[in-house]
């Protein structure tokens, strides 16, 4: 990765794509998650920066994915800025202005003050394009005071160049080519060619609006002259666009045309993706030199590489099989192979958070055996283990495939039931009820009977898990009181 990395610096895009591919594979099988982030980052800089804006959104969007379900928040909350970036490329600025919203409550909780700024500049940019500018000049404004303390020219700049922008929209265009220009010196300074480019972007919009069109011109040529050695496609497309508007309003219509032709021609090639026929070719050169070379050596050396991959695969499969195991066995009671109170507590807790966000109804029912004691002193305790199996397999057995059920105490279990309105737990619950009732447990040339009573309490806005509990447990005791045997829903006070 270090090595595509370089190469995306020195503006070989094509072999950087190449390069982090394989990288991102490598980190793929080694299970190497903030390495595969890392690439992925770096691959939709790339494509960013050779103007593919929708393969761009789609790694970016991935790396968030991937972020998430592995619970790196910073990775999340860059790639989701960096989404934002091409939303921002594609002149959507709502899109990117909510997206880099979202990553910014996720910086703010991480406290990265770089990639806060970075953010701001995103947030900002997409005010300006909306023609937000005093709200713009709000996310600036703490922009400019946290990228201070960083030293980060680049973000400084980009905020500089920001700012200028939207001085030119308010038409004081003296001050915003001064801005711009200052900005752009800057990012040439630090070498950042690409950034540079999309800041003479910038400038030609404040010419234009200004009716400088000829001095707009000049700009936009001799940075098409600057970037005609590198690989920035997408900075040459939109300079293109700028230079075909700028002729258009200065009357020149064969060099609007000329300038859509050459944007057109380009395009075309574009689509043809040559970063792919690279890869390709320098694949096939690759195959080619190992056959010509043939050794046995080489083949052996090339085996002993299969070997170990093959080695390391298994390894990686055998240890994810072991952790699956023992994350089950961390969330399943052992007596009853039912959920035990912290498997139970974790999907429940995700059960709520989805009924809070979708407003589904849900219920939780508190199962407790009456009178369990007297089984234990008259059979003893293996008896009653027995008689606890029996009871949770036929309780479970009366719920859904989506419903949660768990053992949480000695003859105490509980059943969440999802997509239930009172009416419905109420019946979910007297059917464990009537079932359990009907069981006629064996133990010891006995058979034992046993009945459950049932506390419901019915989920409400803004009710965590432990409280919904708390409530169920209320109207269990209730049902004790209340003679045992039945179900008890809870009400409020």
């Given at each position: 990765?270090?090595?595509?990395?370089?190469?995306?610096?020195?503006?070989?895009?094509?072999?950087?794509?190449?390069?982090?591919?394989?990288?991102?594979?490598?980190?793929?099988?080694?299970?190497?998650?903030?390495?595969?982030?890392?690439?992925?980052?770096?691959?939709?800089?790339?494509?960013?920066?050779?103007?593919?804006?929708?393969?761009?959104?789609?790694?970016?969007?991935?790396?968030?994915?991937?972020?998430?379900?592995?619970?790196?928040?910073?990775?999340?909350?860059?790639?989701?800025?960096?989404?934002?970036?091409?939303?921002?490329?594609?002149?959507?600025?709502?899109?990117?202005?909510?997206?880099?919203?979202?990553?910014?409550?996720?910086?703010?909780?991480?406290?990265?003050?770089?990639?806060?700024?970075?953010?701001?500049?995103?947030?900002?940019?997409?005010?300006?394009?909306?023609?937000?500018?005093?709200?713009?000049?709000?996310?600036?404004?703490?922009?400019?005071?946290?990228?201070?303390?960083?030293?980060?020219?680049?973000?400084?700049?980009?905020f500089r160049g920001g700012r200028g922008e939207r001085a030119a929209m308010r038409g004081a265009f003296a001050d915003a080519e001064r801005e711009i220009r200052e900005a752009r010196q800057m990012l040439t300074d630090a070498g950042l060619t690409y950034d540079a480019g999309q800041m003479t972007i910038i400038l030609a919009n404040a010419l234009f609006l200004s009716g400088e069109y000829d001095r707009g011109v000049d700009e936009c040529q001799r940075c098409l002259t600057e970037l005609r050695e590198g690989n920035f496609h997408g900075v040459r497309m939109a300079l293109l666009d700028r230079l075909s508007a700028l002729h258009e309003a200065s009357g020149d219509t064969v060099q609007a045309l000329r300038?859509?032709?050459?944007?057109?021609?380009?395009?075309?090639?574009?689509?043809?993706?040559?970063?792919?026929?690279?890869?390709?070719?320098?694949?096939?050169?690759?195959?080619?030199?190992?056959?010509?070379?043939?050794?046995?050596?080489?083949?052996?050396?090339?085996?002993?590489?299969?070997?170990?991959?093959?080695?390391?695969?298994?390894?990686?499969?055998?240890?994810?099989?072991?952790?699956?195991?023992?994350?089950?066995?961390?969330?399943?009671?052992?007596?009853?192979?039912?959920?035990?109170?912290?498997?139970?507590?974790?999907?429940?807790?995700?059960?709520?958070?989805?009924?809070?966000?979708?407003?589904?109804?849900?219920?939780?029912?508190?199962?407790?055996?009456?009178?369990?004691?007297?089984?234990?002193?008259?059979?003893?305790?293996?008896?009653?283990?027995?008689?606890?199996?029996?009871?949770?397999?036929?309780?479970?057995?009366?719920?859904?495939?989506?419903?949660?059920?768990?053992?949480?105490?000695?003859?105490?279990?509980?059943?969440?039931?999802?997509?239930?309105?009172?009416?419905?737990?109420?019946?979910?619950?007297?059917?464990?009820?009537?079932?359990?009732?009907?069981?006629?447990?064996?133990?010891?040339?006995?058979?034992?009977?046993?009945?459950?009573?049932?506390?419901?309490?019915?989920?409400?806005?803004?009710?965590?898990?432990?409280?919904?509990?708390?409530?169920?447990?209320?109207?269990?005791?209730?049902?004790?009181?209340?003679?045992?045997?039945?179900?008890?829903?809870?009400?409020?006070?």
């Open positions: 990765m270090v090595l595509g990395d370089l190469q995306l610096r020195q503006g070989g895009l094509d072999l950087a794509i190449s390069t982090l591919g394989e990288a991102r594979q490598t980190y793929v099988i080694l299970g190497d998650l903030p390495g595969e982030l890392a690439s992925l980052r770096l691959l939709g800089v790339c494509w960013t920066m050779l103007g593919d804006l929708l393969r761009a959104r789609a790694v970016f969007s991935l790396g968030a994915e991937l972020a998430h379900r592995g619970g790196q928040i910073e990775a999340e909350a860059v790639a989701l800025c960096n989404a934002a970036m091409t939303y921002g490329e594609a002149n959507e600025p709502l899109a990117c202005t909510d997206l880099t919203g979202q990553a910014l409550v996720l910086l703010r909780k991480v406290g990265d003050e770089r990639s806060i700024c970075h953010a701001l500049v995103n947030i900002s940019e997409g005010l300006t394009r909306l023609g937000r500018l005093d709200e713009a000049d709000e996310a600036a404004a703490e922009g400019f005071e946290r990228v201070a303390a960083l030293g980060d020219a680049r973000v400084l700049a980009l300038a859509l032709r050459e944007r057109q021609r380009q395009l075309l090639g574009f689509e043809q993706n040559p970063a792919r026929v690279l890869a390709c070719t320098i694949e096939e050169r690759q195959r080619a030199q190992f056959a010509r070379e043939g050794s046995k050596r080489e083949q052996d050396h090339r085996n002993a590489l299969v070997d170990a991959n093959r080695q390391l695969s298994a390894a990686l499969a055998r240890e994810r099989r072991e952790r699956v195991v023992l994350q089950t066995e961390a969330v399943t009671d052992d007596l009853t192979a039912v959920l035990n109170r912290r498997g139970f507590m974790e999907l429940a807790a995700i059960s709520v958070d989805n009924s809070q966000r979708t407003g589904d109804p849900l219920a939780i029912a508190v199962l407790d055996l009456d009178h369990f004691k007297k089984v234990n002193d008259t059979f003893g305790h293996r008896a009653g283990d027995v008689v606890l199996r029996e009871v949770a397999a036929a309780a479970a057995s009366c719920l859904r495939g989506h419903d949660v059920f768990a053992r949480i105490g000695g003859e105490e279990f509980v059943a969440l039931i999802s997509n239930a309105d009172p009416v419905v737990a109420q019946l979910v619950a007297e059917r464990m009820r009537a079932k359990v009732g009907s069981l006629r447990i064996a133990v010891q040339d006995a058979l034992v009977c046993c009945t459950v009573s049932i506390g419901v309490a019915s989920y409400v806005a803004d009710v965590t898990v432990e409280r919904l509990v708390e409530c169920a447990d209320a109207a269990l005791y209730a049902a004790k009181r209340e003679g045992r045997d039945r179900v008890v829903m809870y009400v409020a006070s």
